[in-house]
Nanobody, 126 residues
Framework: QVPLVESGGGVVQAGGSLRLSCAASGRTFSTSVMGWFRQVPGKEREFVGG????????YYTDSVKGRFTISRDNAKNTVYLQMNSLKPEDTAVYYCAADSARGRTIGTMTWQYNYWGQGTQVTVSS
């Protein structure tokens, strides 16, 4: 099992930065692909980015490329989402997710992840 707990959300002005953390428990974290998703009310949860089990592969959705960076520390069972140059349209609940079952490909769909955190709110004011 990979129970996940996000932290680091909050309110920030446009152009500012936040770093989200996702702490995992369980021995399968270090072999899991980790993803970050976000969701606003009335819309589907969307993929933000993902990182392979060893950090060697990264993939981001176009809207965050160059602004967001995902990293992981397997010794601490933690994955991070560094968000810079934030925009009001980045406002959402952010979720981390773990894919412990499918192998090493970074998935972009919610059904490809089998563990989810509870989410943390990020609000970017203009």
């Amino acid at each position: 099992q990979v129970p996940l707990v996000e932290s680091g959300g909050g309110v920030v002005q446009a152009g500012g930065s936040l770093r989200l953390s996702c702490a995992a428990s369980g021995r399968t974290f270090s072999t899991s692909v980790m993803g970050w998703f976000r969701q606003v009310p009335g819309k589907e949860r969307e993929f933000v980015g993902g990182i392979s089990w060893n950090g060697g592969s990264l993939y981001y959705t176009d809207s965050v490329k160059g602004r967001f960076t995902i990293s992981r520390d397997n010794a601490k069972n933690t994955v991070y989402l560094q968000m810079n140059s934030l925009k009001p349209e980045d406002t959402a609940v952010y979720y981390c997710a773990a894919d412990s079952a499918r192998g090493r490909t970074i998935g972009t769909m919610t059904w490809q992840y089998n563990y989810w955190g509870q989410g943390t709110q990020v609000t970017v004011s203009s």
